[in-house]
C-alpha cells in the first residue's frame, strides 16, 4: 500500500511563528501535493510539485511556500503563521503513467490540522 | 477555468433508502472524474473513478457529459455510507485534482 505520513498531526503555533509542516512518501511517486480542507470550501490547493527541486503554485498560494529537496519529502512552510491559515493541511502524492501527464489517482496523507492563536 | 459543483452540503436519508449524490463540472477538455470519500477519523481516500466503470461498495456513478454531470449512486444506502464524499476533476496536467466543496452524508437508522 502507498503511505503517505505527515509529520504533525496537531499543532498549535501563534501568530507570526514560523511553521513547517512535513510529508514523506514511500512509494516514488513524481507528484506530491499540498491542499488545505475547510468545511463548506472544500479542498484547496496550495502548492505541487511533478519533480524534485520543482513547485508550481496552485489556487492559493499566498503566505505559503513548499521545498521539495528530496524525490520522497515536501515541505510546506508558512513563513508568518496567520490566525486564517488555521486549517487541516492535507499532503498527496501520485504517479501518472506518463511525466507530466494526467495526475490520476491521489493518495492522501492523515493530515496536519493547525491552529494559529 | 475547471471547477466542480456540489450543491447539496449535506444530505441525510435513511438507511436502506436510494442515494444519490449530485456533481457538476466546468471543464473545455476531456476530463476524468473521481469521488473521493473521507469516513470519521480517516484518511481521503479514492471511491471510485470514471474510467473505470465499476461499482464500489455498491456505490456507481455514470459520467454525463451532455450534462456535464457525475451524480454518485447507491439504490440502498447503509449506516457506513456516513461519510464527507468530494467529487473531483483531473485536466491533462500535472497540477493535481480540483475538488467539489464535499456533500456530508448521513444515513439515518
Known amino acids: 500500500d502507498v503511505k503517505v505520513t505527515q509529520s504533525s498531526r496537531y499543532l498549535v503555533k501563534r501568530t507570526g511563528e514560523k511553521v513547517f509542516l512535513e510529508c514523506v512518501q514511500d512509494m516514488d511517486h513524481e507528484n506530491m501535493f499540498w491542499y488545505r480542507q475547510d468545511p463548506g470550501l472544500g479542498l484547496r490547493l496550495i502548492y505541487f510539485?511533478?519533480?524534485?527541486?520543482?513547485?508550481e503554485k496552485g489556487d492559493i498560494p499566498e503566505g505559503y511556500s513548499v521545498s521539495r529537496e528530496k524525490k520522497e519529502r515536501f515541505s510546506l512552510i508558512l513563513e508568518s503563521a496567520s490566525t486564517n491559515q488555521t486549517s487541516m493541511y492535507l499532503c498527496a502524492s501520485s504517479s501518472p503513467q506518463i511525466a507530466g501527464a494526467n495526475t490520476g489517482e491521489l493518495f492522501f496523507g492523515e493530515g496536519s490540522r493547525l491552529t494559529v492563536l | 477555468a475547471q471547477r466542480v459543483t456540489q450543491p447539496e452540503k449535506l444530505l441525510s436519508v435513511f438507511k436502506g433508502a436510494p442515494v444519490e449524490l449530485k456533481c457538476n463540472y466546468s471543464?473545455?477538455?476531456?476530463?476524468?472524474l473521481f469521488w473521493y470519500v473521507q469516513y470519521s477519523r480517516q484518511r481521503l481516500q479514492l471511491l471510485l473513478r470514471h474510467i473505470s466503470r465499476e461499482s464500489i461498495k455498491g456505490f456507481t456513478a455514470d459520467l454525463n457529459k451532455g450534462e456535464t454531470s457525475f451524480h454518485l449512486k447507491k439504490p440502498f444506502a447503509q449506516e457506513e455510507d456516513s461519510a464527507m464524499y468530494y467529487c473531483a476533476l483531473a485536466g491533462g496536467g500535472a497540477d493535481g485534482l480540483t475538488f467539489g466543496k464535499g456533500t456530508h452524508l448521513i444515513i439515518q437508522p
Open positions: 510539485s511533478y519533480d524534485v527541486k520543482m513547485k
Open positions: 471543464y473545455s477538455g476531456s476530463p476524468e
